[in-house]
């Protein structure tokens, strides 16, 4: 008889997808669900939830059947630059506006690999912010203000 044994990076993967899509399953249970030609506010995320879990199902058997490779060294600096990032932008956006915000979280950014020179980062930082402001600013027409009252003179 042969022993069942795990991939074990997979086998967390869909255990997460799973625990998390059940949390919000329970959590959209308390919104007004609706009907598919009527949606409710809970409608769509559960459904979400639902496709969350489905497919940590899918990994968590999948996990079963392929040997897969041990977990290998957490990212550290990855994680430092990576996740502040977002929360840096959140955070400044309307004191320094759309442009310096966006400008510093794609820099800060730039710095989880280690081997981004600090040249090419403020040069993709700048390509960045550039591209963005073009898109969002004037091909979208959305009413941001690029410069806010921190940077204002």
Do not use: H
């Amino acid at each position: 008889m042969k022993s069942l044994s795990f991939d074990t990076t997979n086998a967390l993967c869909g255990a997460l997808f799973v625990a998390l899509g059940g949390f919000f399953i329970y959590q959209c249970m308390n919104l007004d669900l609706g009907t598919a030609f009527k949606m409710g506010p809970g409608y769509f995320p559960l459904v979400l939830a639902l496709i969350l879990s489905l497919l940590g199902l899918v990994i968590l058997v999948q996990s079963t059947r392929v040997e897969g490779e041990p977990l290998g060294p957490i990212a550290w600096r990855g994680m430092l630059f990576i996740l502040p990032a977002p929360i840096f932008f959140g955070l400044t956006v309307r004191g320094l506006g759309f442009v310096p915000s966006l400008f510093f979280t794609a820099l800060i950014a730039c710095f989880a690999s280690q081997r981004m020179k600090p040249l090419t980062a403020i040069v993709l930082s700048i390509a960045l912010t550039a591209f963005s402001v073009a898109v969002f600013s004037y091909a979208l027409g959305l009413p941001f203000q690029r410069f806010g009252p921190w940077v204002r003179l």
